[in-house]
């Protein structure tokens, strides 16, 4: 009954946002259309990418492309990450140990990375998986870290207590508590990672969604402006709930909200 | 072995803490340093840490594409105090409406849903086209990434408050705005400054994104000059003003939040 209703609520809302769209453009045209497209525009522009192609590609090949980087990338960095942040959550001497290097480069915005990476890798992957890393990073290890820092100290002599060995230590106690915080960091940084891929793909890239939005900006394009738009909002979605299924089935012992 | 669980959470002494955190910083300048002196890029590509620190006080007293660095940092911040402000002067006001308006929150909920999914970064090609590269463009982009974290905020704080103080309210005959501005704003003001320093972040990290892109001054300009002509010591000078600022504004509304959560 509950789910009925949802989806009702949604189609509902759906249908709200293109009747206020529909108005605005094509019935009253407060919004000039050299403005911005009117639903039929966003249509043909639709097909017409999915079906023709549009800037070096197909929809689906932009789209494969971008969310193949992002997800090998944020896989990489946010391993890396966390196993940071793990250490320097466990031990004292290494989180003196790396603190310094890590303070300083925290405040960088990911996206500040992004000329950087062009100026030492040029405008292909690897400057792409270059800035994905380092947006991806710094929120997965500041959780986790903080994750292993908030375990109750009684947790942690309870199992000293037991004679517990180093290894069934983290897979026991350190990584199962600290995997809530460690999910939030994920989620942070999957949606840096995101913004960040959208960013250096829109400043130079042969193909990608970003790569959509820079030739039609070119182009004075608006109805395959909002077409790269919205593929980017669907796509971070999509990944987001992904994610969320992970964590859940990660966490089995979690009641589900 | 045993109870190394414990001594691993042990506080480090002053002195050891001291040390590692010395061999920790100096580890990481003298592999950059080790870096740039084997050689293996040339010189533009890696400046050594010095040369940054000396480019950053060159730019800082000399103009480069246009201004000096804090000509680009005030025109950059000049942009973000805009934007954010728009942010916070539309986003609190919205979200107590939709915390006291059923109407209000069913209408604004699935445009605003549907627009919070789009990362502010995607707004640049319509910032560019219907503002050009003027004022409006960056304030656009800072304002979409700023947006989201105030709204919810005070949205959420204002949910949260006691049901009771609501209905003695308005069996009491307050106003809609009386119970805005009264009841819920007050209650809700640790959850929207928590929100502000969110959106402050996320705000500042977007205009640095906007300037790389569509913008003819400003820091991210600045770096994007540096970028073209191979100075990699600028684009890294434009990068420590940037977190240096982020960080600033950063400290400032944590003052704000701890003043705050003290009442």
Known sequence: ?????????????????????????????????????????????????????????????????????????????????????????????????????????????PLAWIPLAIVWLGLDNSAKVMVIFVAAFVPSVINSYAAVRSIETPILEASAMLGIRRWLHWKEVLIPASLPLIFTGLR??????????????????????????????????PAMILVGMFSVAVCGWLMTVLLGLIERSAMPWRATP | MEGYAINSLHELSRRQWLVLTLLGASAFIGLWYFLAFIGVTPQKFLPTPLDVVQRFFTLSTEPFVGMTLFGHLASSFHRFLSGFGLAVAIGVPLGLLMATSKVVDRIVTPLFESIRFVAPIAWIPFAALWFGTGMGGPVLIIFMGAFPPVLINTYRGSKYVDVK?????????????????????????????????????????????????????????????????????????????????GLLIDILLRKIQERVSQR
């Not at chain 1, 090949?61 to 391993?79: E, G, K, N, R």
């Not at chain 1, 990608?208 to 030739?215: K, R």
């Open chain 2, 165 to 245: 103080y609501l209905e003695a309210a308005w069996t009491l005959g307050a106003s809609r705005f009386r119970v805005m501005t009264e009841v819920l704003m007050p209650a809700a003001v640790p959850s929207i400054v928590a929100g502000l320093r969110v959106s402050a972040g996320l705000g500042w990290q977007s205009l640095v994104g906007a300037e790389l892109i569509a913008a003819s001054s400003g820091v991210g300009y600045m770096m994007v000059k540096g970028q073209q002509s191979i100075d990699t010591s600028t684009v890294m000078s434009g990068m420590l003003a940037i977190g240096i600022v």
């Open chain 1, 1 to 109: 009954m509950n789910a009925v209703k949802n989806i009702l609520n949604v189609l509902v809302s759906v249908a709200g946002v293109l009747l206020v769209w529909l108005t605005l453009t094509t019935w009253t045209g407060i919004i000039e259309p050299n403005r911005f497209p009117n639903p039929m525009e966003f249509w043909v522009s639709l097909k017409q990418i999915a079906l023709q192609g549009y800037g070096n590609g197909k929809l689906h090949q932009h789209i494969l492309q971008s969310v193949i980087l992002v997800t090998t990338s944020f896989l990489v960095a946010s391993t890396a990450g966390v196993t940071l942040g793990l250490l320097m959550g466990a031990s004292r001497r290494i989180e003196a140990f790396v603190n310094p290097v890590f303070l300083t480069l925290r405040p960088i915005p």
């Open chain 1, 188 to 221: 942070l940084s999957l949606q840096a990672s995101w913004t960040t891929l959208v960013a250096a793909e829109l400043i130079g890239a042969l193909l990608g969604l970003g790569s959509i939005l820079n030739q039609a900006a070119q182009d004075i394009y």
